[in-house]
């Protein structure tokens, strides 16, 4: 399965989808960052945007691949995947992560409607609703968003794929670690920090004791979202063809 996480909005959390949403769960998939604003190469292979022709030959040769598409690259992404005819199609579906801000909501419908002008189906665009709020009903924080669906099923707006803010996606992003592996992590912080006479080594050591804490209490979260996308279905849909952009 290749799925492209996409936006024309920054600060929507697109690579905390990608990253820590959707590659742990699909098998063997492959970390493509399509970012010209703050790459990280260490961890992703990076494609600037107008290398879109060396991402799709790339493209052919994986089974899986979550690519991240940074803003600053979005609306040449779109715009070379219209040169280059029906490489829509090389995509199984299209996530578009969305959160409260007036802003954010408004690039979002702009992104979905872009979208859509290939002929993508709205089964292949799915939303996640991402830094929502605990105890704000998702339909007051992204009334915006889900009004325009209403009107225009340009895509698959399920609200339980939803995401609450959290301080363990700025903690894995600076371990540079992934959410998963920090919430099976067994150390004995507890005691290492007993055993330690160093307040600041105290200090990094209860940092850690409180990013596993979080991630063992995100992990449902996360894995909640990915079912509520419904990836396994699409996987296995015998859709046809999406109509080219025209």
Known sequence: MKIAVINFSGNVGKTTVARHLLLPRI????????ESVNADTETAQTLRGRQFGALQQYLQTIDSAVIDIGASNAEEFLTLMKAYCGSH??????????????????????TLIELSRFGIPPQRLKLVFNMAQPGVPI??????VLAFLA????????TACRLYTSDIYGLARDSNTDIGTLALDQTDYKRLIRDSDDSEEKLALGLKLAARRLAIGAVPALDACFTALGLDELADADTAPAVRYS
């Open 89 to 110: 199609e090389d995509f199984d579906c299209f996530v578009v992560p969305t959160v409260p801000s007036i802003k954010q909501q408004k690039d979002t419908i702009a």
């Open 151 to 158: 009107q225009q099923r340009l895509a698959e707006e399920n």
């Open 27 to 34: 098998p063997a998939a492959e970390l493509i960052a399509v």
């Open 139 to 144: 339909k007051e924080s992204f009334y915006l």
